[in-house]
C-alpha cells in the first residue's frame, strides 16, 4: 500500500478537480495502488521571487512557479502563464494534464507548467521583457533541452519565448534554441507553431462533425477567447466552412449570428489590443455568449468556466475543449447526462500545440527546419492516431470520451514508472 503525506502547498479548486478526475481514472482502469500516488503527484516545483525595476524607477517584487509533474518519460513539457490569479495549485494542475497530454500524443516527454502572478496588461513592453528574462534567470538551473522546455500559455507569446531563450543562451555562452518552444521564426521557431493549437482544434472539430455527419457549411461556432488558441481556432474553423457566429476576450462577447468578420477583428484587436467596442456584432456578455446556439462551442481562455450553472443551460453539439480545464467536474456530471453533447477533451483537443512544440524542439536538435506543409501533415497524422486511440478506449471500456483520454493518458505514465522502478 502506498501512503502520501499530503500539503497543503497545491490547494486550491483547481487542483482538486485534476486530482479527482486521476481519482476517478485510476479506479476506472485499477492502478495499483502502489503506483498511483508516484503517478498523481508532481515531483518537483519550484517558487522564485522576481523583483524588476519600473519605468518610473520604482521595483516591484513578482512571484513565480515551475512545477514539473513528470521526469519519467523524458525531460518535462509546458506553457509559462503569466495572469493575476495564477497560484502554484493551478500551475500544478495544468502541469499534470500536460504529463497526461504528452502522453496521449505518444511524444517523449513528462507534464510540466510555470506561472507568475502578473496582469501582463498592466506592464509596459520593457517591464514585460524584464521580467520574462528573470524569470528564466531564476530557472536557468532547472530547464534546459534534456531537462525541462517551456512553451507560451495565457499571457505570454512569442516574443517572451525570445527573451527567455536568450537569456538562458547567454547563460549558457552558446546559442540554445532547444531550450523552448514556441520562439519567433527567426530564432529557430518551426513553421506552424503559433497556429499549432488552434488549428488542432478545428481539425478535430472537422473529424468529429463529420463523424456526426453534419456537413461544415451547416454548422456554426462560438469561440471564447480571442488569444492565440482561441483566434487561430476561429480562423481554422472558418477557413473549414464553419459560420463562426460568436468570440469574446475578457473585456467583451461579441454575437453576431450572419457570421463574425473575422480578419476585421484581427485587425481591430492588432490596434486597439482587446475587443471592446468592437462593432462586428452585438456585444453581449461571457456567460450569455456561452449559452447561445450553436454546433460548436469552444471555449479557448480559462479553466473552470462551465460548470454546475451553466452546463444544463450550453447549447451545443460539440463542446471543444480549447483550454485547459474549462469545465469542472460538476458540470461533467451534468453533461454526461446530455448524450446529445460531444465532448472533445482537452487533453486530445488542444493537444497540437504541444505536438509542434515537439517538432521545434526535434528540428532545434537537429538544425534540421521543416516546411510548414510537412508540419501540419505530421501534426494531423498524430491527432488522428490519438483520436482513434480515444474512441476505441470509449467503445471497449464504455467510458466517457474524458475518461477514455485520461486513462490512456495515465495508464501509459504509470507503466513506466512501474517499469522503472524506485531509485534507490
Ligand atoms: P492568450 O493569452 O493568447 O489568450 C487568452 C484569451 O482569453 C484572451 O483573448 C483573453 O482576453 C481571453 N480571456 C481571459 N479571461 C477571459 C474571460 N474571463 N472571459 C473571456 N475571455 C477571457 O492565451 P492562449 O495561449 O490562447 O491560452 C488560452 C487557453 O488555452 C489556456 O487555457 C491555455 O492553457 C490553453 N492552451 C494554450 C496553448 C498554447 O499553445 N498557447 C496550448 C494548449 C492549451
Redesign the pocket.
Known sequence: MSKVIVSSLYESEVFKMACRQFDIAADAINLPENIRDRTKYPRRAIAVALPIQRQDGSVTVFEGYRVQHNLSTGPSKG?I?FHQSVTIGEVAA?AMWMSWKCSLAGLPYGGAKGGVIVDPNQLTELELERLSRRYMQELVNFVGPEIDIP?????T?EKVMGWMMDTYSNHAGRIVPAVVT?KPISLGGSQGRRE??GAGVAYLVKRYLEDLQIPLGQATAIV???????SETALAMDAYGIKVIGI???TTAIYNPKGIDLKKAVTYLKCQRVLHHFDGGEAIS?EALLEQKCTVLAP????RVITEQNAAKIQCRILAE???GPTTNAADRILDQREEIEIIPDVLC?SG??IVSYFEWLQNLQSYYWSRDEVMTKLFTILDRAKEAVESQKRKMQFSRRLAAQTLGIQRVAEAKAARGLFP
Not at 151 to 155: E, F, Q, R, S, Y
Not at 224 to 230: A, E, K, L, S
Not at 300 to 303: G, M
Open positions: 506553457g502563464r495544468l512553451a507560451p500559455d495565457l499571457g507569446n514556441g499549432a493549437t471564447q477567447g480571442f488569444g492565440n488558441v482561441g469574446s476576450d475578457y461571457n479557448c481562455a480559462l479553466e480549447g483550454a485547459n488542444n500545440g504541444v
